[in-house]
């Protein structure tokens, strides 16, 4: 089994900054990719920020520049920090990691459960 837990959401003015963590635990050989998604109110998932296992980042248009995408690969967390927020950004944010659990299986992708972030004008 593998977990996520997420931690970091919550009620922000706009402007303000917020942090995101997810640590995976569990049966954990190695992580590749992490990622953040989120889904606003209404409208589908959609992606964030990604970090490869190499430290390559992409981000989404909507928050470059002002969201930064980070791994701890000791501590099997990606962290999500989050700048000047918007009421646009307001939306559950979810992490996404690729897991591998055993060396003779494939990796495949794991969520968070989810964590409620909601920016105020």
């Known amino acids: 089994q593998v977990q996520l837990v997420e931690s970091g959401g919550g009620l922000v003015q706009a402007g303000g900054s917020l942090r995101l963590s997810c640590a995976a635990s569990?049966?954990?050989?190695?992580?590749?990719?992490m990622g953040w998604y989120r889904q606003p109110p209404g409208k589908q998932r959609e992606l964030v920020a990604a970090?490869?296992?190499?430290?390559?980042?992409t981000y989404a248009d909507s928050v470059k520049g002002r969201f930064t995408i980070s791994r701890d690969n000791a501590q099997n967390t990606v962290y999500l920090q989050m700048n000047s927020l918007k009421p646009e950004d307001t939306a559950v944010y979810y992490c996404?990691?690729?897991?591998?659990?055993?060396?003779?299986?494939?990796?495949?992708?794991?969520w968070g459960q989810g964590t409620q972030v909601t920016v105020s004008s």
């Open positions: 996404n990691i690729d897991v591998r659990k055993r060396w003779y299986e494939r990796s495949r992708l794991y």
């Open positions: 569990g049966s954990v050989l190695s992580i590749y990719a």
């Open positions: 970090i490869t296992s190499n430290g390559g980042t």
